[in-house]
């Protein structure tokens, strides 16, 4: 039995979280937030605490730097009991931070990201004997890791050698290119977990199913995340759909990597698309019904009671 079921590669940094505005930022304008959170943040961070809350024995890799930020980063993450054996803190890199922007009536969100050590991390600091002790690895935020990306396809194939399934988040990419190899990497990719947004706009198609069809072509399964929509997901020609779970929405801040752990829980358990789809519906519904990004995250028991009864208390 290898020691990790996943390991997590990729950004560690801080979230400051301020939601329950009347609106976005305005020039010229300022507004009163009702809630201010500073705690651990990026979408690899977030989605690895949330696999280990479902259980997954989980090990993580980046890169912070020697200070504040990342000594609250990364003894929050080992407080989910993340295994940090391999973590890098590099003293000449300062650690990441995303401040995180959410309207009153959570309608929209904005998010502004000093990447420091977020972008840092590369493919070569992954050896073959660290991914032989896991089942998986999971990376987000492809498009913020620009040491990592030039690499990562030849890490998911060493991986894919080794045994060792692979599954990648997009993230938002602000140079609105949409490429930097993304396709030679979903090649290599078992998962690939955009948003509604980011398959549009990487395969230039707003049709979410055709979009993920297109996509699930190169990778092996393809997951759209729809926020409230639920999910759709494609593989083998085959494309399916589930409808998210009725929650009271408070804050959207890490949801998506919710719904990432708990389809990956599904996944690496051998559950079929259609279930792991509604293991990942319910990790983000009830996302969305806490605050905050890995404190938001459930447990197994709290997913599988969402499922058994299509609804979220609170």
């Known amino acids: 039995m290898k020691p990790f079921d996943i390991l997590a590669i990729g950004e560690l940094n801080v979230d400051l979280i301020l939601t329950g505005m009347s609106s976005l930022p305005i020039p010229g304008r300022e507004l009163i937030a009702e809630t201010c959170t500073l705690t651990m943040g990026s979408s690899t961070a977030i989605c690895a605490a949330g696999m280990a809350g479902l259980g997954l024995k989980t090990a993580f890799t980046g890169k912070v730097g020697k200070d504040g930020y990342g000594e609250l980063a990364s003894s929050t993450l080992a407080g989910y009991g993340i295994d940090l054996s391999h973590l890098i803190v ?6 990441g931070i995303t ?6 009536d959570n ?5 502004v990201t000093y990447l420091g050590a977020i972008s840092a991390m590369r493919a070569e600091d ?9 089942r998986h690895i999971h990376v987000g935020s ?9 690499g990562l396809a030849k890490l998911f194939e060493r991986a894919h050698e080794l045994g060792v399934t692979t599954s990648l988040d997009a993230g938002w990419d602000d140079t609105n290119v949409w490429d930097y190899g993304l396709m030679d990497v979903l090649k290599h990719t078992d998962v690939f977990l955009p948003n509604e947004v980011e398959s549009a706009a990487i395969t230039k198609n707003e049709n979410v199913r055709e ?8 990778c092996r399964i393809c997951v759209v995340k729809c926020g409230g929509k639920g999910a759709v997901c494609a593989s083998n020609g085959q494309v399916y759909e589930a409808a ?23 996944f690496l358990a051998g559950y079929s698309l259609e279930k792991s789809l509604c293991y990942g519906n319910a990790c983000g519904s009830l996302s969305v ?17 969402v499922i058994a009864t299509g609804v979220v208390e609170g």
């Not at 959207?252 to 919710?258: F, K, P, Q, V, Y």
Request: some cysteine; charged content about 20%; glycine content about 6%.
């Open 99 to 104: 401040v995180s922007l959410s309207a009153k």
């Open 90 to 95: 590099d003293p000449s890199i300062q650690t």
């Open 126 to 134: 992954v050896s073959d004997e660290l991914l032989a002790k896991t």
């Open 211 to 218: 979009a993920a069809l297109e996509l699930s072509k190169i």
């Open 289 to 305: 019904a806490r605050f905050g990004g890995a404190s938001s995250c459930p447990n197994l028991a709290e997913a599988e009671q």
């Open 244 to 266: 998210t779970y009725k929650a009271p929405v408070r804050d959207t801040t890490g949801a998506g990597d919710s719904f990432n752990a708990g389809f990956l829980y599904a």
């Open 142 to 150: 492809f498009f913020l890791q620009s040491d990592l990306r030039p």
């Open 107 to 111: 309608s929209d969100r904005a998010m």
